[in-house]
């Protein structure tokens, strides 16, 4: 259905039914589409996705359940005022630390945590980064804006955790924090930026 087409709408139907006609006709043809189980598990099997590690239990309906790895960068050093150009380093306002054990995040702190899990993906698919409902119920957030995972990523993503809750919540590595939703491109490319394979914090 084209724009064109809108002249032969009949009696039934209005002029937005037939517009959310057309933009569903071309998601379709452009094939930009949330990848469910079954097809994530077949681009798997082919190579063209690759999780590692990875457990069956791990991969949902429609995304892949991620971990916490065992190390995390707490706010901590720097100046008292952070300018926020594309030279800021946040290495330069941050501190490594082990995550042996559970740390506290405490109401309106963030953090930077990693996946213990890398990904790679194929030019044509990318994906976003998104939390469990059963974590931000307790007011976990995963990512603060950064969600997005390009198409071509070779890396562990990093995830800048944060509390909105009203009391500390006692964040554990090893945890099943997030999941990745995959997304079918339209076209292809490959991520060659600043994160680009990634393999620390």
Partial sequence: MTRKDLKDVGSGHTTQDAIGAIDATNATDRGSMILTRDVILREIERGRIVIDPLFPDQIGPASIDLHLGDEIRVMEGGPDVIDVTEDTDYHSVTQLRRLDGPYLLKPGETIHGITRERIRLPGDIGGWLEGRSRFARL???????????????????????????????????????CQLVLQRAEGSAIYQGRFAHQDRL
Avoid: K
């Avoid at 804006?145 to 919540?169: I, K, Y």
């Fill in 139 to 177: 007011g976990l957030m995963i990512h603060v804006t950064s969600g997005f995972v390009a198409p071509g990523v070779d890396n562990r993503q990093v995830l800048e955790m944060a509390n909105v809750a009203g009391r500390p919540l006692a964040i554990h590595a090893g945890t099943r924090l």
